[in-house]
């Protein structure tokens, strides 16, 4: 009974989510909505980690199987995939060193300015 409350508890957030998104005409994803309010409720004190620990492992330890339907979808739309396969595998490739770079330079300057370090 413990998980299906807190399970409901995350999918209320969830709901909530999607109302905003319909409601506001701001072109956030559903599901951005959601995790702002649950980060909220959370740091607030509102809701205690305790009431969505136990499933949110639950949910994390499964995602891995959530992207199956994602790449046999993927799988099926080869035919139209295969003519930009190239041009896509290169602005993939160049994205990730991108993010990795810039998130490299980010925390070098978080962590030099958290010892108070300046250049």
Same mark, same amino acid.
């Given at each position: 009974m413990k998980y299906l409350k807190q399970f409901l508890i995350i999918l =209320?957030?969830?709901?909530?989510?999607?109302?905003? $998104?319909?409601?506001? /005409?701001?072109p956030v994803p559903a599901s951005i909505y959601g995790m702002v309010i649950l980060f909220v409720l959370l740091l607030t004190g509102v809701l205690k980690l305790e009431q969505v620990?136990?499933?949110?492992?639950?949910?994390?330890?499964?995602?891995?199987?959530?992207?199956?339907? =994602?790449?046999?979808?993927?799988?099926?739309?080869? $035919?139209?995939?295969? /003519?930009?396969?190239?041009?896509v595998s290169v602005i993939t490739v160049i994205t990730i060193f991108t993010v990795m770079g810039a998130t490299g330079i980010v925390s070098q300057m978080i962590i030099k300015h958290s010892k108070g370090e300046t250049k």
């Open positions: =209320a957030i969830s709901l909530i989510g999607e109302i905003l $998104k319909s409601v506001l /005409p701001l620990r136990d499933v949110g492992r639950f949910l994390i330890e499964i995602m891995p199987v959530m992207f199956i339907p =994602a790449g046999v979808g993927l799988m099926s739309s080869w $035919k139209v995939l295969e /003519p930009v396969l190239l041009p």
